[in-house]
T-cell receptor, first 111, second 114 residues
């Protein structure tokens, strides 16, 4: 059973556009929601994370939007660049327990 | 961010031999480390949770006698793939828990069993 559902599986965006990746969960006990960026052949790198007591967090061009009532959260990449081309994973964790990862989104930013 | 080092980054071993992969938290102490396996273009599959000073907790379907995990110190966990077979060839990634919720990943280790 997939604890965190991620969509789309792949995404193609033009340079300068906005990339949006969505995740949904069911477990209301989750209290930490990070996003990871992974380049081919490398380990995932923490990009940005949010806790459910806020609805939005922004770091540079990356923004997490969090909708607690809908049990959804999304990653927005503004002004997308070719260097942003990577696989993005959302995750969720219940304090003290393991992380559950989404299935990943392969983002391609075309010049 | 915190740094997690994984070694080796690539290893080739013969079928039937064992290979050890190390995961170190370089600038923080990690009471909990995680080991994942990742197949091409797929998500991370949690293999086991490693707690310092105690036995690892393996996920269902993961053979604990084949994938030996040792977490002897607060900065080092090792994964030993015993009697490796070609089907064990994969990308293995560790992560370390830092300051509560945050986890940081190592760079991963490519294992090829020939």
């Amino acid at each position: 059973q997939q604890q965190v559902k991620q969509s789309p599986q792949s995404l193609i965006v033009q340079k300068g556009g906005i990339s949006i990746i969505n995740c949904a969960y069911e477990n209301t006990a989750f209290d930490y929601f990070p996003w990871y960026q992974q380049f081919p052949g490398k380990g995932p790198a923490l990009l940005i994370a949010i806790r459910p007591d806020v609805s939005e967090k922004k770091e540079g061009r990356f923004t997490i939007s969090f909708n607690k009532s809908a049990k959804q959260f999304s990653l927005h990449i503004m002004d997308s660049q070719p260097g942003d081309s990577a696989t993005y994973f959302c995750a969720a964790r219940e304090s003290g327990n393991q992380f559950y990862f989404g299935t990943g989104t392969s983002l391609t930013v075309i010049p | 961010g915190a740094v997690v080092s994984q070694h080796p980054s690539r290893v080739i071993c013969k079928s039937g031999t064992s290979v050890k992969i190390e995961c170190r938290s370089l600038d923080f102490q990690a009471t909990t480390m995680f080991w994942y396996r990742q197949f091409p273009k797929q998500s991370l599959m949690l293999m086991a949770t490693s707690n310092e000073g105690s036995k690892a907790t393996y996920e269902q379907g993961v053979e604990k006698d084949k994938f030996l995990i040792n977490h002897a110190s607060l900065t080092l966990s090792t994964l030993t793939v015993t009697s490796a077979h070609p089907e064990d060839s994969s990308f293995y990634i560790c992560s370390a828990q830092h300051a509560g919720n945050t986890i940081y990943f190592g760079e991963g280790s490519w294992l090829t069993v020939v």
